[in-house]
């Protein structure tokens, strides 16, 4: 099983990027999709879910809002739009996906996960 993220880099406050990640070696369309990301000395926070579906999604409170997910399960991919980009969003921002049908929101609830891509937001 493989999570391949990128689309992570260097932006300006108030910029925005688009994060995708292609998934190989499960069924894609059978797992909810997560975002999680991870600052330096900091836990590993939720970002975004959405359903195997994608009919629904949820997001954690810093990015509401701000960020939206989404997902196209022909290609096999999973992607982050985040605008009105902030410092405070620096981090590495890892995908990760789920046998399970509920929406989760703990990192620990999720069974495969991507290597990561970095978004520095400078101000």
């Known amino acids: 099983v493989q999570l391949q993220a990128s689309g992570g880099g260097l932006v300006q406050s108030g910029g925005s990027l688009r994060l995708s990640c292609v998934v190989s070696?499960?069924?894609?369309?059978?797992?909810?999709m997560g975002w999680f990301r991870q600052a330096p000395g900091k836990e590993r926070e939720f970002v975004a879910a959405i359903t195997r579906s994608g009919d629904n999604t949820e997001y954690g409170d810093s990015v509401k809002g701000r960020f939206t997910i989404s997902r196209d399960n022909a290609k096999n991919a999973v992607y982050l739009q985040m605008n009105m980009l902030k410092p405070e969003d620096t981090a590495a921002y890892y995908c990760?996906?789920?046998?399970?049908?509920?929406?989760?929101?703990?990192?620990?609830?999720?069974?495969?996960w991507g290597q990561g891509t970095l978004v520095t937001v400078s101000s």
């Open positions: 070696g499960l069924t894609f369309y059978g797992h909810v």
């Open positions: 990760a996906a789920d046998q399970g049908y509920r929406l989760k929101t703990r990192a620990y609830q999720y069974d495969y």
